[in-house]
């Protein structure tokens, strides 16, 4: 028996060319697999569900505007979920100023807010820390939060593990 026939079929079976284009499409829905559904943990039989706690300073009102409740937050360096914000607290930014007799009192700079950014995801609990895309999330650590309209630094202020 000859591996590939008069006919171009495979052991008298399949068409080589038919199947390459099985091959191709079978890789090419696996790579749309990887890359916009495997990237999000909740589909990781490992993940443990973690909600993340992070404080943004110092943004002007269209960095406001563009950080919704509901929206997607991405790992700015792989592109895989971090989470979803669950909720958004707006409040001024405050400096200290000399309040002209010696004491420092906190102003609010016109322009400028704080936000409080709550977001629930999946991450991998190893021990001792906890990894959610390629950070490893502690209290203190830096977070950028990136979505469809908006990216900023934030620093983690808490993590909490299940819900």
Same mark, same amino acid.
């Not at 993940?47 to 563009?66: F, G, L, N, Y």
């Given at each position: 028996? +000859?591996?590939?026939?008069?006919? #171009?079929?495979?052991? #008298?079976?399949?068409?080589?060319?038919?199947?390459?284009? =099985?091959? *191709?499409?079978?890789?090419?829905?696996?790579?749309?697999?990887?890359?916009?559904?495997?990237?999000?943990?909740?589909?990781?039989?490992?993940?443990?569900?973690?909600?993340?706690?992070?404080?943004?300073?110092? /943004?002007?009102?269209?960095?406001?505007?563009?950080? +919704?409740?509901?929206?997607?937050?991405?790992?700015?360096?792989?592109?895989?979920?971090?989470?979803?914000?669950?909720?958004?607290?707006?409040?001024?930014?405050?400096?200290?100023?000399?309040?002209?007799?010696?004491? *420092?009192? =906190?102003?609010?700079?016109?322009?400028?807010?704080?936000?409080?950014?709550? *977001?629930?995801?999946?991450?991998?609990? =190893?021990?001792?820390?906890?990894?959610?895309?390629?950070?490893?999330?502690? /209290?203190?650590?830096?977070?950028? *939060?990136?979505?469809?309209?908006?990216?900023?630094?934030?620093?983690?202020? +808490?993590?909490?593990? #299940?819900?």
């Amino acid at each position: 028996m +000859k591996i590939l026939d008069d006919r #171009g079929r495979l052991f #008298g079976l399949v068409n080589v060319i038919d199947l390459l284009v =099985l091959l *191709l499409v079978v890789a090419a829905a696996y790579t749309l697999f990887t890359r916009f559904v495997a990237d999000d943990m909740r589909y990781d039989p490992g993940a443990v569900p973690v909600t993340i706690t992070t404080h943004v300073s110092e /943004v002007r009102q269209p960095t406001v505007d563009a950080m +919704k409740v509901g929206d997607t937050v991405y790992d700015h360096v792989t592109g895989q979920v971090i989470g979803e914000i669950v909720q958004k607290e707006v409040e001024p930014y405050r400096e200290p100023v000399d309040a002209g007799d010696g004491r *420092l009192i =906190l102003a609010e700079v016109p322009e400028r807010y704080n936000i409080n950014v709550v *977001l629930e995801g999946y991450g991998h609990d =190893l021990g001792r820390t906890i990894r959610v895309a390629s950070y490893e999330v502690r /209290v203190g650590s830096s977070l950028t *939060l990136q979505g469809r309209e908006f990216s900023v630094a934030s620093t983690v202020f +808490k993590v909490e593990v #299940g819900r």
